[in-house]
């Protein structure tokens, strides 16, 4: 039986880990994701997981741990949040090269220094490039069904996920939602089986030094080198957003929710100005959506993106390039450039004719409260600025809620 | 189980010479064995073969006289310095080549 409960994010996320099977958890503690692993801790000791708790001393370990437990053919999981990601970098890169899905929750937080343990996207964005596939929840009910579909696609593709969610405003906030039942998810996320796991019977040399040619190994088969493994990465990471929509259906058909695993519109059908962003801000823009709309008689949408990486370029355009406007509203910034996801949406509509102009906005870095009233204000002025300021200025992002 | 859309190129081989290429151009120094100190080729007997087991590169035969297949042995001397009986010993590569101080 499905189960309709009031927890807090972390909790959720914990549950839903619990239900997919994960065997071997590692984790460092690191605020706000230390609940997360408390609880898969206690779930462990209490009997109620069947699963190895590895307690380590970094996250650097965690992860390793985790590469460890993947190479086996063991299902693997951790979490962490901002600098403990960050200590990760360099496992992050291994795992997705060496191909081992496992699956990751980054609580996103601000990153030191200084010191912040409160929310922004500045952890998951640095990342980016590490080759691992990043999705976002907007609230609690996505943080259980994107982590189940996560280890999913993970071990289909075998390329490793992160799912994000926004800390404090989800991690630490109690909301209502459904935990699906432990039969059906057993059903739907098969046992975890690697062609490549550690078997003493069938010595194998793994991710050792790869020319920069590829080569015959000492049997006569074509072995790939380096470049050719780093190029079917890519590709089959973005092959992987059509895996996650088969996955997601699937999903919706077992469970009744999904249809939205890569954009997810919000009044966007048929909108002059569309406002992009990624997690729990979405989901607050779809109150200034609504009061735009009555109030000022502005068609205004919002697009969550729930999938940053591999990026939705193809999908993203087309959801925007009919749009006069789009606001990329964001929570973290490539210092001295611009915001990392306007940069990424800027690059995708460049070859649409037809794109539309483009504003940034970079919002609530370090739990810097996010006001409606601002986002009503910035977005309503950004749909009505004439075009009269340099193309400079437009592409310059402006800071919302700055206290200089 | 994975999805056979994807190929999932992975760095795995089994190990054996030449896992790492044609790694005897990498060689400075070449592992010389003297056979009438080599306990193997001493005795008739195929006993210690500490070299055969040492050898990361796996060029050392577990042979009654080990040989040492020159072209992927890296030259790292693993070999010289676990040999009990001090059979091999590391020459300069310069020895070996032509025009070089001793031909």
């Known amino acids: 039986m499905s189960e309709k409960l009031i927890d807090s994010g972390n909790n959720a996320a914990a549950m839903a880990v619990q239900l997919a099977a994960a065997e071997v958890i590692a984790a460092y503690p690191i605020t706000p994701q230390t609940p997360l692993t408390e609880k898969l801790s206690e779930l462990i000791a209490a009997g109620e997981m069947d699963a190895e708790y590895v307690a380590v001393e970094s996250e650097h370990s965690a992860l390793g741990v985790c590469i460890g437990a993947a190479s086996a053919g063991v299902r693997a999981f951790t979490a962490t949040s901002s600098n403990g990601l960050l200590y990760m970098s360099e496992q992050l890169h291994w795992a997705a090269g060496a191909r081992l899905p496992m699956v990751m929750c980054v609580v996103n937080r601000g990153i030191g220094a200084p010191w912040s343990v409160w929310n922004d996207h500045q952890d998951a964005m640095s990342q980016r490039d590490a080759g691992w596939i990043q999705l976002f929840a907007k609230d609690h009910q996505e943080i259980v069904d994107i982590t189940l579909k996560a280890f999913r696609l993970a071990e289909l593709v075998h390329i490793p996920v992160m799912v994000n969610y926004d800390g404090y405003y989800l991690s630490h906030t109690y909301m209502p939602f459904e935990l699906p039942d432990a039969a059906v998810v057993k059903e739907f996320l098969p046992a975890y089986e690697y062609a490549h796991a550690l078997d003493p019977q069938k010595p194998e040399s793994l991710n050792t030094v790869t020319l920069p040619d590829s080569r015959n190994d000492i049997n006569g088969v074509k072995q790939p080198g380096y470049m050719d493994i780093r190029h079917n990465l890519h590709q089959e990471m973005r092959l992987a957003m059509d895996v996650l929509e088969e996955i997601d259906a699937d999903y919706q058909q077992r469970f009744g929710r999904g249809g939205t695993p890569i954009i997810d519109p919000y009044c966007c059908e048929d909108a002059d100005y569309i406002v992009v962003a990624m997690g729990t801000l979405a989901n607050q823009f779809r109150d200034v959506v609504d009061r735009l709309r009555q109030e000022d008689g502005l068609k205004v949408g919002v697009l969550a993106l729930q999938i940053y990486r591999p990026f939705p370029t193809a999908k993203i355009a087309e959801a925007l390039q009919s749009a006069k406007g789009v606001m990329v509203y964001e929570k973290g910034l490539s210092y001295g450039n611009q915001g990392a996801l306007y940069a990424d949406l800027k690059s995708a509509l460049y070859p649409y004719p037809a794109r539309p102009q483009l504003h940034n906005f970079i919002v609530g870095l370090g739990g810097r409260d996010i006001r409606t009233e601002d986002l009503c204000q910035t977005l309503k002025s950004a749909c009505l600025q004439d075009d009269l300021s340099s193309p400079e200025q437009t592409d310059t992002p402006q800071w919302i809620g700055l206290q200089l | ?103």
Not at chain 2, 19 to 42: F, H, M, N, Q
Not at chain 2, 44 to 55: D, E, I, N, P, V
Not at chain 2, 64 to 83: M, Q, T, V
């Open chain 2, 1 to 103: 189980m994975p999805d056979s859309r994807f190929k999932v190129l992975t760095s795995a081989s089994t190990s054996g010479p030449g896992d790492a290429g044609r790694t005897g151009s990498w060689r400075v120094e070449r592992p010389i064995l003297d056979y009438s100190r080599c306990i193997p080729a001493k005795t008739g007997k195929s006993a210690c073969h500490l070299c055969w087991l040492y050898c990361p590169d796996n060029v050392v035969s577990k042979a009654i006289e080990p040989k040492i297949d020159l072209e992927y042995c890296k030259g790292c001397g693993i070999c010289a310095e676990e040999c009990p009986a001090k059979a091999i010993e590391m020459v300069s590569e310069e020895n070996f080549v032509a025009g070089g101080e001793d031909e």
